[in-house]
């Protein structure tokens, strides 16, 4: 069964930091790659960072950059997103993906794995 469950999310201040896990069944840490989205109030879902799995390039929203990282654990089979000096527009719910058919990191033609999703939120 294909299953992504993400922990981590909280309240914070401004200038705070967050560590997101997405912890992965087997065979959804098969995928290729795997990514952090988020869908603030009103807002569209946006890809926030990516890691492909074999090889750890990461990719990064240039709103995100240099704040937000993205890494992984193959013998724990989770990833992870640390955010730094989170602002209130990061506030979203933040969903993990994974997916065996990738452009640039992301997952492309419906093809992705998704959590359940887990709330941040930054208040100022």
């Known amino acids: 069964q294909v299953q992504l469950v993400e922990s981590g999310g909280g309240s914070v201040q401004a200038g705070g930091s967050l560590r997101l896990s997405c912890s992965a069944s087997?065979?959804?840490?098969?995928?290729?790659?795997m990514s952090w989205f988020r869908q603030g109030p009103g807002k569209e879902r946006e890809g926030v960072a990516a890691?492909?799995?074999?090889?750890?390039?990461?990719y990064y929203a240039d709103s995100v950059k240099g704040r937000f990282t993205i890494s992984q654990d193959n013998a724990k089979k989770t990833v992870y997103l640390q955010m730094n000096s989170l602002k209130p527009e990061d506030t979203a719910m933040y969903y993990c993906?994974?997916?065996?058919?990738?452009?640039?990191?992301?997952?492309?033609?419906?093809?992705?794995?998704w959590g359940q999703g887990t709330q941040v939120t930054v208040s100022s």
């Open positions: 993906a994974g997916s065996t058919y990738c452009s640039g990191g992301y997952p492309v033609g419906g093809s992705a794995y």
């Open positions: 087997p065979s959804t840490y098969r995928s290729v790659c």
């Open positions: 890691i492909y799995t074999v090889s750890g390039r990461t």
